[in-house]
């Protein structure tokens, strides 16, 4: 009888993973002043919990190609990967501990190893990456296309100024 119930139990939880009616997309879609999408998110969700969030990007070529893709645990972003050489293979992964500013970030290497970035690099992307993280964490579920298109460009302008500050003091 004991063995008849784990079974059961297994069966059931096999059953249960394999359900993913729950599971729902929304799609986001930015285009330029040539009518071709530029910018593009695909947000998932468990119920009304987001679970994962892509971006893409117009290659050389203007086909999409993902530019990064994050991860949430609990209503928290955990882990995002990024295409930060613009190589079209998300080479950088950032850990995120949630409820703190803290974070972790490593690079993946040509050979597919994963080492941490210098301690210099990690600085200087955090106030980025707190800027990203806001525009994420802070979105509405449910979001109007107009309100992204406004809270995406404010984003992308703060980006440029911190860039822009790590410029100026590389000079």
Do not use: W
Not at 42 to 58: D, H, L, N
């Amino acid at each position: 009888m004991k063995t008849f119930a784990i079974i059961l139990l297994f069966a059931a939880i096999g059953c249960y993973a394999g359900d993913t009616s729950d599971i729902t997309n929304k799609v986001f879609e930015m285009k330029g002043d040539d009518g071709k999408v530029s910018f593009r998110i695909e947000t998932t969700y468990r119920g009304k919990a987001k679970v994962m969030m892509e971006m893409f990007r117009p290659n050389a070529q203007g086909m999409p190609v993902i530019s990064s893709r994050s991860y949430f645990a609990g209503g928290d972003m955990v882990m995002s990967e990024c295409d930060d050489h613009k190589s079209g293979k998300l080479d950088t992964i950032i850990v995120y501990h949630p409820g703190t500013d803290d974070i972790e970030m490593f690079t993946r290497q040509a050979d597919g190893s994963v080492k941490p970035v210098s301690t210099q690099t990690l600085e200087a992307i955090k106030q980025e990456g707190a800027v990203t993280t806001n525009f994420f964490l802070t979105l509405p579920t449910n979001p109007s296309d107009e309100e992204i298109s406004k809270r995406l460009k404010e984003t992308q302008k703060k980006i440029q100024d911190i860039e822009k500050q790590k410029t100026d003091e590389k000079r």
